[in-house]
């Protein structure tokens, strides 16, 4: 077999492989993991503040009223640390001062 049609056996080997996938840049690769991330990081927090809201209506009777108070108020915590007005060891801190509560979540 000469070079070329060594070259062209090589070609069409390459073309075959191909058919089938799915090419994606780098980039395309890096935003469908920020998308999973993203949406992983959603779904986290909205089962947290869902049980918490649960558990304020269970534990003490809560209203809509007083859960969307406490949400909001939730909210604007969060607020503050992505604004970098205050860090979650700030909060931390506090809520191990004021009240000896330790929030610790293992991985």
């Known amino acids: 077999m000469g070079r070329a049609e060594r070259r062209k056996a090589e070609r069409r080997n390459r073309i075959e492989n191909r058919k089938g996938k799915i090419l994606m840049s780098r980039e395309e690769i890096g935003e469908m993991k ?17 049980c918490f809201a649960l558990a304020e209506h269970r534990l003490y009777g809560f209203g809509q009223k007083r859960i969307m108070r406490s949400l909001q108020y939730i909210d604007n915590l969060m ?14 801190k506090e809520l191990k001062d004021e009240t000896g509560v330790v929030i610790k979540c293992d991985k």
């Open 34 to 50: 920020q998308k999973v991330s993203n949406n992983v990081s959603s779904y986290n927090v909205e089962s947290l503040m869902t």
């Open 79 to 92: 607020g503050a640390i992505l604004n970098d007005e205050a860090t979650m060891e700030d909060y931390m």
